[in-house]
């Protein structure tokens, strides 16, 4: 059986040596660097999603066990990365290069449909200074290159009122149709008008 370790590697020597590159794997901000996640991460990772403040409206909840949070970093860079080529980055100063955590675009499905779900989550102490925003418009840019066909969903709970602010500020549009979708409480922010993501969906 391959080591997990080893698996990873595999994972992140084959997206290196691939040819035509869609979505970059790194990128720079005036304050931040996004690069692509790697096994080293999952430490940091952890910590971040077994936080309970900062997992409040996870539908996985905080995770209690590294395992949980492995299993998400091998499905971003094998899956999202190797054969979608984009997904979540890793998040860092750009200064210093300390961690801060995540975002990014990765596709998923929503009502049978492919479209490209944006995700984002950092660190208490780097919250409120408008970091989360820098890093989308940064993501953005390189997904009006290649992927401007697919919408943009950002899909939190109603409660998750930071989570909106940043919807907010960068645009979306909230569509009630897609209330409770698929669980209680669910909504949804489009990239896109309310009628044009209707159409979509």
Same mark, same amino acid.
């Given at each position: 059986m391959v080591a997990a370790a080893d698996f990873l590697a595999e994972a992140q020597a084959a997206v290196a040596d691939k040819r035509g590159d869609i979505m970059k794997r790194e990128l720079f901000t005036k304050r931040l660097r996004l690069r692509m996640p790697k096994y080293d991460d999952l430490n940091e990772l952890h910590k971040l999603f077994s936080n309970p403040s900062l997992n409040l +409206? $996870?539908?996985? !909840?905080?995770?209690?066990?590294?395992?949980?949070?492995?299993?998400? #970093?091998? %499905?971003?860079? %094998? %899956?999202?990365?190797?054969?979608q080529d984009l997904g979540y980055y890793i998040l860092e100063t750009k200064e210093d290069l300390e961690f801060?955590?995540?975002? !990014?675009?990765?596709?998923? $499905?929503?009502?049978?449909? $492919?479209? #490209? *779900?944006?995700?984002?989550?950092?660190?208490? @102490?780097? /919250?409120?200074? !408008? #970091?989360? =925003?820098? @890093?989308?418009?940064?993501? +953005?840019?390189e997904y009006e290159k +290649?992927?401007?066909?697919?919408?943009? #969903?950002?899909?939190? =709970?109603? /409660? *998750?009122?930071?989570?909106? !602010?940043?919807?907010k500020s960068l645009g979306f549009n909230y569509n009630k149709n897609f209330d409770n979708n698929p669980d209680k409480d669910d909504i949804s922010f489009f990239n896109i008008s309310n009628a044009e993501s209707d159409r979509y969906l």
């Open positions: +409206f $996870n539908p996985d !909840g905080p995770h209690i066990d590294i395992e949980e949070s492995r299993k998400y #970093l091998e %499905y971003w860079i %094998y %899956y999202d990365w190797e054969e801060i955590g995540h975002t !990014g675009l990765a596709m998923r $499905n929503l009502s049978g449909k $492919n479209i #490209l *779900n944006l995700a984002y989550r950092i660190e208490e @102490a780097f /919250q409120g200074r !408008g #970091l989360v =925003k820098e @890093a989308c418009e940064k993501v +953005f840019e +290649f992927y401007d066909k697919f919408p943009i #969903l950002i899909h939190t =709970k109603r /409660q *998750n009122a930071p989570s909106i !602010g940043v919807a």
